[in-house]
């Protein structure tokens, strides 16, 4: 058998001692690393602009770990009467718009007028392939290492209304943290532009020349929920149809009741790619800001947002507290079966699985 071959190194008296101190040492790295930190510590670091607690305290606010998620509560509490103090701009439109684009370009351009940006995502289809619309952060390249940005991808595997409820959470987080601008991109599907809607405040529908409504999977309720469309990729060949979609689209939005926020939504024209419009589409989100306001919408939006939240929340409760408890689902389960074999109704089963959940 070949000697082990032992460095001089640990011939020398004294030396030798010091093995074990790096073992000690690496244990105690070891358990620091395994360590969570108090959620005093997390709220002081937040508050103190610190991106790498910032991101950790996020990651516990996805976690389905209970004792995560009561330390990720305490943070929240902690952290939100430092929060609201920034605007929120939703961003939507069918894949491949050039939303991640944009953002790019309208993030820079915040960041030179030393605005901070924050960049979240809700995307359904993460939950289904793992993946992420901002997992090609690579469409970010600038803003990703921009020191004034944040940006942080869809969390994976969960449903859409547990997405929406983690990224009301993190908005939370990132205000805290200092940023002064939230930017949520989000995917046509689903429910999802109606969530993100739900908790901004303003609303931007990307969009690109020449297709039809029903070839860019907009639904009409989403554009009556913009505040601006904008219609990207107008560069090279694609000026003139754009500046013709802006014609057809701006008399199209008058046929649409007037909204509560007494604003007139907007078409512009931009180019995601080239930058240009960028600037007169942000002019745009700050004199949007400073009439709601004057007029008080901005508040009032907000307290009926904050209601809605709490409201879901509410609701998230009760849905778990039936299905995550296992003499409702034996009970429901038996249901089912009567309900095969048409021995009962799905209304007189649900109102006694109810009236026996509550007791
Ligand atoms: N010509 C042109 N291409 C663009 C523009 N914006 C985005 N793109 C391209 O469109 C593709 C999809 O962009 P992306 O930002 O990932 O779209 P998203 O799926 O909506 O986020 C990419 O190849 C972009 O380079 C634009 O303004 N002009
Ligand atoms: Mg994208």
Redesign the pocket.
Same mark, same amino acid.
């Given at each position: 058998m070949a000697k082990k071959k032992v460095s001089t190194l640990f011939k020398i008296e004294g030396v030798s001692k010091q093995e074990t101190t790096s073992k000690i040492a690496a244990k105690k790295i070891q358990l620091n690393r395994n360590k969570i930190p108090t959620a005093k510590k997390f709220t002081s670091e937040i508050l103190a602009g610190n991106i790498s607690f910032l991101s950790r305290a996020i990651t516990l606010i996805e976690s389905s770990n209970k004792k995560h998620q009561e330390k990720a509560n305490i943070i929240l509490n902690e952290c939100l009467p430092h929060a609201n103090k920034s605007i929120r701009i939703g961003i939507t439109?069918v894949?491949?718009?050039? #939303? $991640?684009?944009?953002i790019e370009a309208l993030g820079m351009q915040l960041t030179k007028k030393k605005k901070k940006v924050a960049v979240l995502a809700i995307d359904p289809s993460s939950s289904i392939n793992k993946g992420s619309?901002l997992g @090609?952060k690579t469409?970010m390249e600038e803003l990703v290492t921009n020191k004034r940005a944040f940006i942080r991808p869809s969390p994976a595997g969960t449903s859409l209304g547990g997405v929406a409820q983690k990224t009301r959470e993190t908005i939370i987080l990132c205000e805290a943290a200092g940023f002064d601008t939230i930017i949520i %991109?989000t995917v046509g599907v689903g429910q999802s532009e109606t969530m993100v809607h739900s908790m901004v405040d303003f609303f931007l529908l990307?969009k690109i020349a020449g297709a039809g409504d029903e070839l860019q999977g907009i639904k009409r309720g989403i554009i009556e929920m913009a505040d601006a469309i904008i219609i990207? #990729? $107008? @560069?090279?060949d694609?000026i003139r149809n754009a500046s013709i979609a802006k014609v057809d689209f701006t008399r199209a939005l008058h046929l649409y009741p007037q909204k509560n926020s007494g604003w007139k939504p907007k078409v512009l024209t !931009?180019? !995601?790619? %080239?930058g240009t419009g960028v600037n007169e589409v942000m002019e745009m989100i700050e004199s949007y800001i400073s009439l709601v306001k004057r007029n008080n919408f901005f508040v009032s939006n907000r307290n009926h947002q904050n209601i809605s939240w709490l409201k879901a929340i509410i609701e998230k409760n009760l849905y778990d507290s039936f299905y995550k408890n296992n003499k409702n689902l034996i009970a429901l389960k038996k249901e089912i079966e009567l309900l095969e074999n048409n021995e009962t109704t799905p209304f007189s089963s649900a109102k006694k699985l109810l009236k026996n959940y509550n007791g």
């Amino acid at each position: 058998m070949a000697k082990k071959k032992v460095s001089t190194l640990f011939k020398i008296e004294g030396v030798s001692k010091q093995e074990t101190t790096s073992k000690i040492a690496a244990k105690k790295i070891q358990l620091n690393r395994n360590k969570i930190p108090t959620a005093k510590k997390f709220t002081s670091e937040i508050l103190a602009g610190n991106i790498s607690f910032l991101s950790r305290a996020i990651t516990l606010i996805e976690s389905s770990n209970k004792k995560h998620q009561e330390k990720a509560n305490i943070i929240l509490n902690e952290c939100l009467p430092h929060a609201n103090k920034s605007i929120r701009i939703g961003i939507t439109g069918v894949p491949g718009v050039g #939303k $991640s684009t944009f953002i790019e370009a309208l993030g820079m351009q915040l960041t030179k007028k030393k605005k901070k940006v924050a960049v979240l995502a809700i995307d359904p289809s993460s939950s289904i392939n793992k993946g992420s619309i901002l997992g @090609d952060k690579t469409r970010m390249e600038e803003l990703v290492t921009n020191k004034r940005a944040f940006i942080r991808p869809s969390p994976a595997g969960t449903s859409l209304g547990g997405v929406a409820q983690k990224t009301r959470e993190t908005i939370i987080l990132c205000e805290a943290a200092g940023f002064d601008t939230i930017i949520i %991109e989000t995917v046509g599907v689903g429910q999802s532009e109606t969530m993100v809607h739900s908790m901004v405040d303003f609303f931007l529908l990307l969009k690109i020349a020449g297709a039809g409504d029903e070839l860019q999977g907009i639904k009409r309720g989403i554009i009556e929920m913009a505040d601006a469309i904008i219609i990207n #990729k $107008s @560069d090279g060949d694609n000026i003139r149809n754009a500046s013709i979609a802006k014609v057809d689209f701006t008399r199209a939005l008058h046929l649409y009741p007037q909204k509560n926020s007494g604003w007139k939504p907007k078409v512009l024209t !931009a180019s !995601a790619l %080239e930058g240009t419009g960028v600037n007169e589409v942000m002019e745009m989100i700050e004199s949007y800001i400073s009439l709601v306001k004057r007029n008080n919408f901005f508040v009032s939006n907000r307290n009926h947002q904050n209601i809605s939240w709490l409201k879901a929340i509410i609701e998230k409760n009760l849905y778990d507290s039936f299905y995550k408890n296992n003499k409702n689902l034996i009970a429901l389960k038996k249901e089912i079966e009567l309900l095969e074999n048409n021995e009962t109704t799905p209304f007189s089963s649900a109102k006694k699985l109810l009236k026996n959940y509550n007791g």
